[in-house]
Each structure stands twice: as structure tokens, then as C-alpha cells.
């Protein structure tokens, strides 16, 4: 049987304003949900995010936005007026699954809470993401990246021992936020579809930073230790410079000691003072000068498969260009082309993870700004061309 995919037929409102709850809003899309994004007549906040297309600040150019809204319709509506808010209600019985990430109690403020929207629909599930979840001392805190990643712990083990903590690059928190929220709301889906009922997800980025700590967080109560920063003073399993670029070697995987040291072209490992591993600790700078001799001729991409030859556990540090014609993702499809309005065609990173017999499916670019209007508010909701103007002339859409 031929179909859009596991979530076919879900119908989504996603008022989210933030990398964390658009994401988690464009994975339900991908595979198979009907996502409707809200924005404010002004445009998503997302939409000044830059990097944009060429270098040209422009509401639909944003590099986040475009990524994020992958499969989705988009409407503009003021939530913080009275016709908004009655728009919003209106929506409500046909849809779902609301998704969000404003500051806890600001949807409540408006009579827009959960509470309030699953009066007019009470099989409706809410799924709120936010910097750190709707009760608590910091609920109503704000939150970036980079304190997601300070108060989840993983500052705390990463970096070198001696130095400051080691904030990661990008925005891997926001990226979990969505992960986490999209498979806590599909649970909640699930339970709607067989038991009828509702529910309001709360997700806190934070927490689920903190929870890939759990084999950290556990070492504390258990025996009272905590997991350090890396040593510093060797360059084992830290990146070394080769000829073209970095890799990483780490201890392990099958290959022996004997085959590491023919990979390296380096029969120097094989003497006494490398013998073992306490002995390659002590020795770790004489250690460290005799690989990176051996590897500063050599490039990357002749290393990489002799490493996998020999079973080492070994990687490379791929550019953006490198990744973005990386053979194994292009292998499994992972980036494919949309052609946006405005844009044109652009390369997106697509199917995140597959199923079968149906899983993903890229349908449509991101939306313009109040593209669906007109779909959305006149033919669904059944206003008429008249009284759509006197809403764009208001502010109201």
C-alpha cells in the first residue's frame, strides 16, 4: 500500500519560534503530517536569522527558517489580537496537534493555554518546548545554546583538563529539543489515536541535554566520582594535523597495536617505551611526535580506508564541502534539491532517518510569508475575499 507516510492525516499548528520547536514541527511534516505554521503578520522571528541566500538579509532568505519549515503551509496571524486569538479557536477542532515554544504562561495569558484550547477540542495534544519546561524556579528563565549546554553538564566533561569548559559548535541543544519533542509528541499522538485523550508534552532543551549525561550524571551518586576532561599532553584521540587536513585516532576497534603501527608507517611504536598502554601515557609526547611525523605527507582521504582496512577506530574531519558531497549521504539520500518561490533551488539536508514501506517524503519548500492565507482562513474556515482585506488592513493576518 502506497502512503504519505506514518504521520498521514495528523493535522498540525506549529506556533513555535525557535530552532527547537520549528524542528521538532518539520519532522512530523517529513513524514507525513499536515503542518500549518503561524507566524505574526511581521514573519517568524527565524526570519531575520541570518545566514541568508547570498548574503541579502530578507524575510524569505533565511538559511534557518527555509531548513526548518521544509514541508509546511504557513499563514500570518496576530495572536496577541482579539480576531487572532478567535481565528486560532477556530482552527482548533480540525487540527491535532498544537506545537509551541513561547515562555511558559504566555499562551495561558492570551486564553490560548492548553487548558483553554482543549475546552474547544479535548482529544488535542500540546507539545511545548522550552528552555526549561513549564514548572520549576526557571521556567520562565531565557535560554541560547550555549546555556543549554553549560546547565546540561556537557560543558562540564568537555575540553581539556586545566583549560575553561568546551562549549560545541552549532546548535546540537536545539537540534535535541526538537529531536526529543517530535518523538515525546508522537507517544502523545499514539495514546490519542488509541485512547481518545489529550495531552500537553513539556519538553525543557536543558533536560534533554542533561539526559544524554545519564552515565555522567550517574557516576556521582553511585560512587561518588564524577567524569573528568580529556588529559592533556598527548594527541591520541584528539584531532591531528595531516597533510590536507585533521583526523582523529581513538584506543580500540580491531585492529592491534602491531596493525596501528604499520598504518602509520611508523616501526618506532613497536619499541619498549610504547610497549603497553601506561607506557604510552608516560611517553605520550615522544608518542604524539612520531604519528604526526609519519601522518604530515599523508592526506586524510588516503588514510581513511586504510584505517578502515585495518579495523581502527579512525575518522576524518570533513569540511562543509566535503559533507555536502559526502559519498555514504549521498548514498542514503540524505540531502535532495526543493525549488523555493523566491530562492530557487537550493540543497537541504532531507531524510534524517528512514522507514519502510513509506517514511519521507520532501513535498513542498518553506512557506512564504502568509502564502496559505487565503487556503487556510477562506476556504477552510469559510471568510470570504472582503472580509480576508479588512483582516490584512487591521493586522489581523
Keep these: 500500500m502506497d502512503f504519505g507516510g506514518p504521520l498521514t492525516g495528523v493535522k498540525v499548528l506549529d506556533l513555535s519560534e525557535d530552532i527547537a520547536g520549528s524542528f521538532c514541527g518539520r519532522l512530523l511534516a517529513d513524514y507525513g503530517a499536515d503542518v500549518l505554521k503561524v507566524e505574526p503578520p511581521s514573519g517568524s522571528a527565524m526570519r531575520r536569522v541570518g545566514p541568508f541566500y547570498h548574503d541579502e538579509p530578507h524575510p524569505e532568505k533565511s538559511l534557518f527558517f527555509l531548513i526548518l519549515n521544509l514541508n509546511k503551509k504557513g ?117 490519542q489515536d ?33 567524569q573528568i576532561r580529556r588529559a592533556d599532553g598527548t594527541m591520541w584521540e584528539n584531532p591531528m594535523p ?23 608507517r611508523a616501526p618506532e611504536l613497536l619499541e619498549p617505551r610504547f610497549a603497553d598502554r601506561a607506557q604510552r601515557v608516560r611517553n605520550g609526547p615522544a608518542m604524539d611526535q612520531v604519528v604526526l611525523d609519519a601522518i604530515k605527507d599523508r592526506e586524510k582521504w588516503e588514510l581513511f580506508p586504510n584505517a578502515a582496512a585495518k579495523r581502527m577506530l579512525f575518522g576524518l574531519v570533513q569540511t562543509p564541502s566535503e559533507l555536502a558531497e559526502c559519498p555514504q549521504l549521498e548514498s542514503r539520500e540524505f540531502y535532495r534539491e526543493t525549488v523555493h518561490p523566491v530562492v530557487g533551488k537550493v540543497k537541504v539536508p532531507a531524510e534524517l532517518f528512514r522507514m519502510t514501506p513509506a517514511g519521507y517524503h520532501l513535498r513542498m519548500p518553506a512557506p512564504t510569508l502568509g502564502q496559505h492565507n487565503t487556503e487556510v482562513f477562506g476556504e477552510g474556515l469559510g471568510y470570504d475575499s472582503g472580509e480576508l482585506a479588512v483582516m490584512r488592513q487591521t493586522g489581523v493576518i
Aim: aromatic share 10%.
Design 75 to 191: 499563514v500570518s496571524l496576530a495572536l496577541t489580537s482579539k480576531a487572532g486569538q478567535r481565528l486560532l479557536r477556530e482552527l482548533i477542532p480540525h487540527v491535532d496537534l498544537v506545537v509551541e515554544s513561547h515562555v511558559p504562561g504566555y499562551l495561558d495569558s492570551l486564553g490560548l493555554g492548553y487548558e483553554d484550547l482543549s475546552k474547544v477540542n479535548p482529544s488535542l495534544v500540546m507539545t511545548s518546548i522550552t528552555p526549561f519546561g513549564q514548572t520549576g524556579p526557571y521556567r520562565e528563565f531565557a535560554g541560547e545554546e550555549i546555556v543549554s549546554y553549560a546547565m546540561g553538564m556537557v560543558m562540564g566533561i568537555s575540553g581539556v583538563q586545566g583549560r575553561p569548559p568546551l562549549k560545541h559548535g552549532g546548535f546540537q541543544a536545539q537540534y535535541q529539543g526538537g529531536l526529543f519533542g517530535a518523538g515525546a509528541t508522537a507517544m502523545a499522538l499514539f495514546s
Design 194 to 226: 488509541r485512547h481518545g485523550i489529550g495531552q500537553h508534552v513539556d519538553v525543557s532543551v536543558t533536560e534533554c541535554v542533561a539526559s544524554t549525561m545519564m552515565a555522567t550524571q550517574t557516576i556521582y551518586p553511585f560512587i561518588g566520582g564524577v
Design 242 to 264: 595531516c597533510k590536507d587536513g585533521w583526523i582523529i585516532v581513538q584506543a580500540g576497534g580491531g585492529a592491534t597495536w602491531d596493525d596501528i603501527a604499520e598504518f602509520f
